[in-house]
């Protein structure tokens, strides 16, 4: 075997090795967006009424509250960016951090400063490369969030907001993540938690035909918000952490299924170049197993005379 043949074969072998990864890798993340799918489906209705509800206790109350209240001159805004811990799932992670610096320049055109928090190792590295200071990071729980997760993340953004600018504490919380429409369609969005928009919730729940509940508030409505608060801002947390979820898993499958049929492409070239460098190969060894009979033969032919 000829060495430009041998060269064919292992790049054969090493991409074949490859494909079977990637094939692997589609399955495992087709797999896993359908459960991710489900914990959306399910976090929803609760995220929804509990929205109603924080929105009915604002309407029916003076109660001035971070949850609620707009500030008159913000100056300062925290920003948690929800990114991935793992590669391999194509532009997933930088246009989320794209969103996110689109939304600081806009946040530094308001004047506002920003604090910037992150969920996922891709989102860290990308800051702590450009040595950008970050208030605080999780890792490790990107693919499979759980409302725990969403909790620890929730308390610092919670207690920032709580407390006043001048002691480090901010005016608006905002998030941006990767929202999950479709297995081929997820959009890198920013939203504001804090404070609760009242006019745009009131305007969705008129548009679907709803009526906000009337309560009674124990012991005031101020202690209601309070109480509402933490759990306001984790179920928005646990939301778009599991949506980005899902969509890490599309964006991987997807990715994975490109590369894999990249990969079968290759192979398939690869094999035409060895076919035909065995051609020549052969063609060649015909040639000289010829020459070699025809000086053969006029040798014994000049011996017999």
């Known amino acids: 075997m000829g060495a430009q043949l041998r060269v064919y074969k292992r790049r054969i072998q090493a991409v074949t090795a490859t ?3 990637t094939k692997a890798m589609e399955m495992i993340a087709a797999s896993r967006i359908v459960k991710a799918q489900r914990k959306v489906a399910a976090s929803k209705p609760y995220a929804t009424e509990l929205t109603r509800a924080v929105t009915a206790v604002a309407t029916g109350s003076n109660a001035k509250h971070p949850l609620t209240t707009e500030v008159e001159a913000p100056t300062r805004a925290a920003v948690l960016l929800v990114t991935s811990d793992r590669g391999l799932a194509g532009g997933y992670s930088s246009n989320a951090i794209k969103a996110a610096e689109r939304l600081r320049e806009r946040l530094a055109s308001e004047g506002k400063e920003v604090d910037t928090y992150i969920v996922g190792r891709k989102g860290v590295a990308y800051y702590g490369f450009r040595e950008r200071k970050v208030e605080d990071s999780w890792t490790g729980f990107t693919d499979n969030p759980a409302y725990a997760d969403a909790k620890r993340i929730a308390a610092p953004l919670i207690a920032a907001i709580q407390k006043d600018t001048a002691e480090g504490g901010v005016d608006e919380l905002h998030i941006v993540f990767t ?3 479709s297995m081929m369609t997820q959009n890198a969005i920013d939203n504001r938690m804090l404070p609760l928009s009242l006019d745009e919730v009131a305007e969705e729940s008129t548009r679907k035909g709803e009526i906000l509940p009337l309560f ?3 012991p005031s409505a101020e202690d209601v918000l309070d109480a509402l608060l933490p759990r306001y801002v984790e179920s928005r947390i646990y939301n ?5 979820a899902a ?3 599309a964006a991987r499958r997807r990715a994975m299924k490109s590369a894999t049929d990249n990969a079968g492409d290759l192979i398939k070239s ?7 460098a065995r051609q020549a190969e052969i063609t ?3 040639s000289e197993i010829v020459g070699g009979a025809s ?4 040798a014994t032919a000049g011996s017999d005379k």
Not at 240 to 244: I, R, S, W
Not at 295 to 298: C, H, I, K, P, Y
């Open 284 to 286: 060649q060894e015909i």
């Open 247 to 249: 969509s890490e898993h």
């Open 179 to 181: 929202e999950f429409v």
């Open 270 to 276: 690869l094999s035409r170049l060895a076919n035909a």
């Open 216 to 218: 009674d508030f124990e």
């Open 295 to 298: 000086a053969l033969a006029d």
């Open 240 to 244: 778009a952490l599991l949506q980005a």
């Open 19 to 21: 494909k079977k990864i």
